[in-house]
């Protein structure tokens, strides 16, 4: 059995063992219908009010005997008369009903027996005023106080899990821009006729390839995970829910029951004279049985379901027309890691997950030996930590579920080939001088953790490069250092650079460390993202943080697909909390304030600057010197500016001279 079966059975054990002659349980006869199960709830907190205010008004009718004592036992009957039906067949039920169905309901038997008795017992006085204040009508309202919350609770609880199956099925992104950007890649390529273009096109072909089949094994592998996280809702987690609203209704009415027979016991005992009357009111109230109430409200409120179908893989309309996963050398490499990936979080949840379990299954037996002996204990308090509990463990079961459900889909596509046992440990990095990406070989630079560096072999890639390196960490292949903040600019190969130009002669100024320092950088602590906490999360393991509803935290690692992400507070504390929890704030940007135009002779410009980070000495006649924080601008036309060729931008420096540059030796400010 399943760690989600095993907690739906433990989760109503104290109701179950009263089902098993009627075999008819709210999530199993009443699919997807919490709504009106809430509202079912709803409507017997109401008539708890109203009984509650009903033993108030009458505690100060005492004193005036029996006039207006029978006064009130008439409105009062006017009022439940009219709220009855709804707790006993609902307020939109799907069966015709008629007073004999009201009847048969012991709930409205205790009612009309209690407001027999209202009217027979005119000959009430202030003690027992007194003792109905003290015992009943507190009692009810705390009844209702802790009733009203749990039930609030648990609507939150559902609408979580909502929002957990809503994120899974909104994850299935189609990959439709990634085919056309192929199809795209491949006219360039054809029409591509001079040298100099030619060997760009090919690999960006070949790159828009690779990046179309990996999005297009993320589309398959988030479809396999909607259809589970749909079957796991409809037939595990939306049946639990519907199931603790009646538990939760059976407490209520049992509760309603026992504080009813208390203030009936009152009058037997002050007044001996009303014994007869009050007796049979007791026995009405003991008589409720909140489970043939139940089943009653079921035939009168049978609806038919269907579950939805699943989901399907739909082929593009210009490529790839197959569900079978690619697994091409590139793809397989990103598949590996990722499949890597989700085998180290579910070893890291099982512990958590079978500890959780166990506290659930403890608290269930608790349960049901508080509601056996009441003198043990509040089962109330108990039941309010098991609810809790088992919530937590149904959001655990959630993400173990994602997890197996991807190594499940991976693991079928590589039948058995999981690639290199010597996986990258990589950190987040910031890179305040521009790095070569491992995978790539384009620039890493960005002081807002753009990349990652491998603490083992050293290696830097891009965050949307790291599945796409191969498990070889330790290859004895040279690896550039690990740190990433003390390299030096980087050396331009003009052979690589996709253009032609004349031999170069002089060298190449190499900067140090201290001088990619900008000098308007104020700080080089990195922006973190804001978000809002929406829902209150209390931790359970040390990997995990606090957080209250309305905190602003900052989201230090994203969402990596297991549904948790990394915050910081505002104490400093940082650890896990669930991705659903929290809603990241949307930044405005800010404008850039607009730079002087260059000194020089009149010429046909482009309006668009770019601030130089290095100084760079010309190695040929057709490029420029630069300073660092010159401005420069850039050309125009289709083979000016940045379109000048891979590596390299045209420009016009402060002197006036036109050339090119290294494209990652500036920024653009405008």
Same mark, same amino acid.
């Given at each position: 059995?399943?760690?989600?079966?095993?907690?739906?059975?433990?989760?109503?054990?104290?109701?179950?063992?009263?089902?098993?002659?009627?075999?008819?349980?709210?999530?199993?006869?009443?699919?997807?219908?919490?709504?009106?199960?809430?509202?079912?709830?709803?409507?017997?907190?109401?008539?708890?009010?109203?009984?509650?205010?009903?033993?108030?008004?009458?505690?100060?009718?005492?004193?005036?005997?029996?006039?207006?004592?029978?006064?009130?036992?008439?409105?009062?009957?006017? %009022?439940?008369?009219?709220? &009855?039906?709804?707790?006993?067949?609902? $307020?939109?039920?799907? #069966?015709?009903? *008629? =007073? /004999?169905?009201?009847?048969?309901?012991?709930?409205?038997?205790?009612?009309?027996?209690?407001?027999?008795?209202?009217?027979?017992?005119?000959?009430?006085?202030?003690?027992?005023?007194?003792?109905?204040?003290?015992?009943?009508?507190?009692?009810?309202?705390?009844?209702?106080?802790?009733?009203?919350?749990?039930?609030?609770?648990?609507?939150?609880?559902?609408?979580?899990?909502?929002?957990?199956?809503?994120?899974?099925?909104?994850?299935?992104?189609?990959?439709?821009?990634?085919?056309?950007?192929?199809?795209?890649?491949?006219?360039?390529?054809?029409?591509?006729?001079?040298?100099?273009?030619?060997?760009?096109?090919?690999?960006?072909?070949?790159?828009?390839?690779?990046?179309?089949?990996?999005? %297009?094994?993320?589309?398959? &592998?988030?479809?396999?995970?909607?259809? $589970?996280?749909?079957? #796991?809702?409809? *037939? =595990? /987690?939306?049946?639990?829910?519907?199931?603790?609203?009646?538990?939760?209704?059976?407490?209520?009415?049992?509760?309603?029951?026992?504080?009813?027979?208390?203030?009936?016991?009152?009058?037997?005992?002050?007044?001996?004279?009303?014994?007869?009357?009050?007796?049979?009111?007791?026995?009405?109230?003991?008589?409720?049985?909140?489970?043939?109430?139940?089943?009653?409200?079921?035939?009168?409120?049978?609806?038919?379901?269907?579950?939805?179908?699943?989901?399907?893989?739909?082929?593009?309309?210009?490529?790839?027309?197959?569900?079978?996963?690619?697994?091409?050398?590139?793809?397989?490499?990103?598949?590996?890691?990722?499949?890597?990936?989700?085998?180290?979080?579910?070893?890291?949840?099982?512990?958590?997950?079978?500890?959780?379990?166990?506290?659930?299954?403890?608290?269930?037996?608790?349960?049901?030996?508080?509601?056996? =002996?009441?003198?043990?204990?509040?089962?109330?308090?108990?039941?309010?930590?098991?609810?809790?509990?088992?919530?937590?463990?149904?959001?655990?079961?959630?993400?173990?579920?994602?997890?197996?459900?991807?190594?499940?889909?991976?693991?079928?596509?590589?039948?058995?080939?999981?690639?290199?046992?010597?996986?990258?440990?990589?950190?987040?990095?910031?890179?305040?001088?521009?790095?070569?990406?491992?995978?790539?070989?384009?620039?890493?630079?960005?002081?807002?953790?753009?990349?990652?560096?491998?603490?083992?072999?050293?290696?830097?890639?891009?965050?949307?490069?790291?599945?796409?390196?191969?498990?070889?960490?330790?290859?004895?292949?040279?690896?550039?250092?690990?740190?990433?903040?003390?390299?030096?600019?980087?050396?331009?190969?003009?052979?690589?650079?996709?253009?032609?130009?004349?031999?170069?002669?002089?060298?190449?100024?190499?900067?140090?460390?201290?001088?990619?320092?900008?000098?308007?950088?104020?700080?080089?602590?990195?922006?973190?993202?804001?978000?809002?906490?929406?829902?209150?999360?209390?931790?359970?393991?040390?990997?995990?943080?606090?957080?209250?509803?309305?905190?602003?935290?900052?989201?230090?690692?994203?969402?990596?697909?297991?549904?948790?992400?990394?915050?910081?507070?505002?104490?400093?504390?940082?650890?896990?909390?669930?991705?659903?929890?929290?809603?990241?704030?949307?930044?405005?940007?800010?404008?850039?304030?607009?730079?002087?135009?260059?000194?020089?002779?009149?010429?046909?410009?482009?309006?668009?600057?770019?601030?130089?980070?290095?100084?760079?000495?010309?190695?040929?006649?057709?490029?420029?010197?630069?300073?660092?924080?010159?401005?420069?601008?850039?050309?125009?036309?289709?083979?000016?500016?940045?379109?000048?060729?891979?590596?390299?931008?045209?420009?016009?420096?402060?002197?006036?001279?036109?050339?090119?540059?290294?494209?990652?030796?500036?920024?653009?400010?405008?």
């Amino acid at each position: 059995m399943s760690l989600a079966s095993r907690s739906s059975c433990t989760a109503l054990l104290v109701t179950k063992s009263r089902l098993m002659d009627s075999g008819q349980t709210y999530g199993k006869n009443l699919p997807d219908q919490v709504d009106r199960l809430s509202s079912l709830s709803d409507a017997q907190l109401e008539l708890t009010a109203d009984v509650r205010d009903l033993f108030r008004e009458r505690a100060a009718l005492e004193r005036e005997y029996a006039t207006k004592l029978q006064l009130l036992a008439k409105k009062s009957a006017d %009022k439940m008369n009219k709220k &009855i039906p709804a707790t006993v067949v609902g $307020s939109e039920p799907t #069966k015709a009903w *008629n =007073d /004999d169905s009201i009847k048969r309901s012991t709930l409205d038997n205790s009612i009309s027996q209690l407001i027999s008795s209202l009217v027979d017992s005119a000959q009430d006085h202030v003690n027992l005023s007194d003792s109905l204040n003290t015992q009943v009508v507190e009692a009810l309202k705390s009844t209702e106080k802790r009733h009203d919350e749990a039930k609030k609770r648990q609507m939150q609880h559902f609408q979580k899990l909502l929002a957990e199956r809503d994120k899974t099925y909104a994850d299935r992104l189609k990959y439709d821009e990634d085919c056309l950007e192929v199809e795209s890649s491949r006219v360039k390529q054809e029409r591509s006729a001079d040298d100099r273009h030619a060997d760009r096109a090919a690999k960006q072909y070949e790159q828009q390839q690779t990046d179309m089949q990996n999005s %297009k094994n993320s589309y398959i &592998i988030a479809t396999a995970i909607a259809n $589970s996280a749909k079957a #796991k809702f409809f *037939n =595990d /987690d939306l049946p639990d829910v519907e199931d603790q609203f009646q538990d939760l209704q059976t407490q209520l009415l049992t509760s309603l029951s026992k504080i009813i027979v208390t203030s009936q016991q009152l009058q037997g005992n002050h007044l001996v004279s009303l014994k007869t009357r009050v007796a049979a009111t007791e026995k009405a109230f003991e008589d409720i049985d909140p489970i043939k109430d139940q089943d009653l409200f079921i035939d009168h409120n049978i609806r038919p379901f269907t579950a939805p179908a699943d989901w399907v893989f739909e082929p593009c309309s210009t490529h790839y027309d197959t569900s079978d996963m690619s697994v091409e050398p590139a793809p397989k490499v990103y598949l590996q890691n990722r499949l890597t990936r989700c085998k180290q979080k579910l070893q890291e949840l099982r512990p958590i997950v079978e500890t959780r379990q166990k506290e659930v299954e403890k608290l269930a037996r608790l349960v049901a030996t508080y509601s056996r =002996d009441p003198s043990l204990g509040k089962v109330d308090e108990i039941s309010d930590s098991f609810l809790e509990a088992h919530h937590q463990l149904t959001f655990y079961t959630i993400s173990q579920c994602v997890l197996k459900t991807e190594i499940e889909t991976i693991s079928e596509a590589l039948a058995g080939d999981e690639g290199g046992k010597s996986p990258h440990t990589f950190k987040s990095t910031s890179f305040s001088i521009p790095t070569q990406c491992a995978y790539c070989k384009t620039t890493i630079w960005g002081l807002s953790k753009q990349g990652k560096t491998c603490k083992s072999c050293g290696i830097s890639v891009h965050n949307k490069c790291e599945l796409k390196v191969p498990a070889d960490c330790g290859d004895p292949s040279p690896t550039p250092s690990s740190s990433s903040n003390v390299r030096s600019a980087p050396a331009m190969d003009r052979k690589n650079s996709r253009r032609t130009s004349t031999s170069s002669t002089g060298t190449a100024t190499t900067p140090t460390a201290s001088s990619f320092t900008r000098p308007d950088l104020k700080s080089q602590e990195e922006e973190y993202p804001s978000a809002r906490v929406i829902f209150e999360f209390t931790p359970t393991s040390p990997f995990e943080l606090a957080i209250s509803e309305g905190w602003t935290v900052k989201v230090v690692e994203p969402d990596d697909g297991s549904g948790w992400v990394k915050v910081a507070d505002e104490s400093g504390g940082k650890g896990l909390v669930p991705a659903s929890y929290i809603e990241i704030e949307k930044k405005s940007p800010k404008a850039k304030p607009r730079p002087p135009p260059p000194r020089g002779a009149a010429r046909k410009s482009s309006s668009k600057f770019v601030r130089a980070l290095y100084e760079y000495s010309p190695q040929g006649t057709d490029e420029i010197e630069i300073r660092e924080g010159e401005m420069i601008e850039l050309t125009t036309g289709p083979t000016g500016g940045q379109n000048y060729a891979d590596g390299w931008w045209e420009g016009i420096n402060e002197k006036g001279k036109k050339g090119i540059f290294p494209s990652n030796y500036v920024e653009v400010v405008s």
